[in-house]
Structure formats: C-alpha cells, structure tokens
C-alpha cells in the first residue's frame, strides 16, 4: 500500500511552498523507488521526479528542476516531495507511486523523469489537490 498526505495544506500563494508525503505498509519499502506524478488542468499526468531505494540518488524532470526536493525515510516508510517557490503553473493534483526496479531504481527513475511516463509503477496513492494562486 502507498498513500499520500498533504502537509501545509492545499491552496498555496505564489512563491509559498508545500511538502507532501507518501506512506508505505506492506512492502519492504527500500525495494521500491518511489516517484511523484502530478496532473494539471486539462493536461496528462506527467512524472516530475524519483528516488531509488536507499535515497542515493534522486531525478527530476526538468520542469520542476531547481525548485522540488524529493526525499525518503525508509525507517518510517515514507517519501516526500518539498515543493518551494510554487508558481500558478504548479496547480496540479499530485501523486506519489513506487515501483520496484530490478536496477536498484534507477531504470524506473530515468523513465519517469526524462519521459514523464506513469508506467511501470505497482503502487499509487491517492493523489493530492495543490492550488498556487493569489
């Protein structure tokens, strides 16, 4: 199981920031890269960033290069998504997934980051509503 919660949350000021999470049970959490997706009005959901299973390296697309951190704490089953210096082309709702990655993530990190592609996750959550605006 993989859930999301939002933190601080959903209606944000420009320049604001926002941190989700994502929790995990039943799943050895290390052996899955998670990744966070999100779906603007009137467009497809895209992936924006990953993290493979130890934490050792993150991706990002580069829409949200710069101003998203991604994050994970195995201890607690959880991954994050730190958003700073929102902008009303933010407004999306907000997903997290994991996947499992036979290549320690990395292969699933690349593809969901360069691509933007949603496939190859087993686990999704909920999804989040972020609204940037005045």
């Known amino acids: 199981r993989c859930s999301c919660r939002r933190l601080g949350g959903g209606l944000v000021q420009p320049g604001g920031s926002l941190r989700l999470s994502c929790a995990a049970s039943g799943l050895t959490f290390a052996d899955y890269a998670i990744a966070w997706f999100r779906q603007a009005p009137g467009k497809e959901r895209e992936g924006i960033s990953c993290?493979?299973?130890?934490?050792?390296?993150?991706y990002y697309r580069d829409s949200v290069r710069g101003g998203f951190s991604i994050s994970r704490d195995n201890a607690k089953n959880a991954g994050y998504l730190l958003m700073n210096s929102l902008k009303p082309e933010d407004t999306a709702v907000y997903y997290c997934?994991?996947?499992?990655?036979?290549?320690?993530?990395?292969?699933?990190?690349?593809?969901?980051?360069?691509?933007?592609?949603?496939?190859?996750?087993?686990?999704w959550g909920k999804g989040t509503q972020v609204t940037v605006s005045s």
């Open positions: 997934a994991a996947a499992r990655d036979p290549y320690g993530g990395r292969r699933i990190c690349a593809l969901v980051t360069v691509s933007g592609s949603t496939d190859g996750m087993d686990y």
């Open positions: 993290i493979i299973g130890s934490g050792g390296s993150t």
